[in-house]
């Protein structure tokens, strides 16, 4: 269980994080208020996740996963830009993530 509610928390995380960049600077209201709502709720279900694992292990993996994933969506949706460095920095993220994960 407590693996879906890191699952959660990442998909919102990430959502609210796309809300922020829709919001233009929290100009526009509906997705700054969705950006709060997704927020609230992420944090709640990393709260649930942290009775299943170690806390240091859910915040690496929530953040590390939010950021590869916020930013490739980013790349992806808003034609941000994309380098060699920013890739190989995603890659060195996600394998940190997952050695922090295999880690007694």
Known sequence: ???VFLL??????VSGQICVKLSKGF??????????TLFITCIYFVSLATSYFE???VFAIWSGLTIVLTTTLGIILFKESKSKLKLISIVSILLGTI??????
């Open 27 to 36: 100009k526009i209201k509906v997705p700054t208020l969705l950006a709060f």
């Open 55 to 57: 806390v240091a292990i």
């Open 1 to 3: 269980m407590g693996y």
């Open 8 to 13: 959660f928390s990442i998909i919102l995380g």
């Open 99 to 104: 050695l922090l994960e295999l880690i007694p």
